[in-house]
């Protein structure tokens, strides 16, 4: 399910931030930061608030530094959910933006990196992203999967996942509470046998990784963790 934590602690959007630079993949503007020469790429997908946030292309940076060609894609044509947007409009946005069909439109982001020479990719998404990244792993067309604090994913969707997947969950969370997250874990353990790892976060709120101050020790911390995991995931499968 998707709520008003989906729209909490909106990021200030600056599409100058990072280290990599704007171009068009597969149709669609793309942040896309590392060595084009990279044989592995990680697809970062972003939540609702769109792929100029500056943690997001922040840790697109810290990942590319991993030995990544790494690409956050516009997936909403310049019409990301406005930070000072009450949440009364987020309804009307989402049924407008929905991670479906968001997915169809990664069809042409894969080919063009494999295009590109690249030989392993994996996907993380953060929210409404996750979705989308749930779906690339259903399709069989990554390698790895990393959820981070995933909205609108349901147990269904788990099931038919076709490649390793991490699920980074948080303890305060009303779109994915901990007991959806440990039933993603339960079906990943009895019915769907690909290779996870699981984690709920203690005292986190639904949107900690990208979503934080840099003044708040704690909150950073929890989010650098968080990275960690993620990038420790990729490191093991998208190979």
């Known amino acids: 399910m998707a709520g008003p934590q989906c729209c909490e602690n909106p990021p200030t959007l600056r599409s100058s931030s990072g280290e990599g630079h704007v171009e068009e993949l597969g149709g669609l503007k ?3 930061t590392g060595s084009s020469d990279s044989k592995r790429a990680i697809v970062l997908v972003s939540d609702i608030f769109g792929f100029e946030a500056p943690n997001l292309r922040r840790l697109a940076d810290k990942v590319a530094s991993a030995g990544y060609y790494v690409v956050v894609t516009d997936y909403f044509y310049g019409d990301p959910f ?9 309804p009307n946005w ?3 933006h929905k991670p479906e069909k968001a997915f169809e439109v990664s069809k042409p982001i894969i080919e ?3 295009s590109k020479g690249i030989s392993a990719i994996g996907a993380g998404g953060f929210c409404w992203g996750a979705k ?3 779906e690339l792993a259903k399709s069989g067309s990554i390698q790895a999967a990393v959820l981070l604090h995933p909205s609108l994913v349901k147990p269904e969707d788990i099931s038919e996942v076709k490649c390793p997947i991490a699920i980074l969950g948080a303890e305060i969370d009303k779109a994915s509470p901990p007991e959806l997250v440990k039933q993603f874990e339960e079906i990943l353990s009895t019915r769907n046998k690909v290779d996870n790892f699981v984690k709920i976060f203690p005292g986190v709120a639904h949107g900690w990784t990208v979503r934080y101050s ?4 704690t909150v950073v911390k929890n989010a650098e963790e968080a990275h960690t995991d993620m990038l420790n995931w990729f490191n093991k499968y998208v190979v």
């Open 30 to 32: 793309a942040y896309v």
């Open 112 to 114: 063009a990196l494999k």
């Open 132 to 134: 989308v990244v749930v």
């Open 94 to 96: 989402l049924q407008s």
């Open 82 to 90: 406005a930070p000072d947007q009450p949440f009364d409009a987020f």
């Open 214 to 217: 840099l003044d708040d020790e």
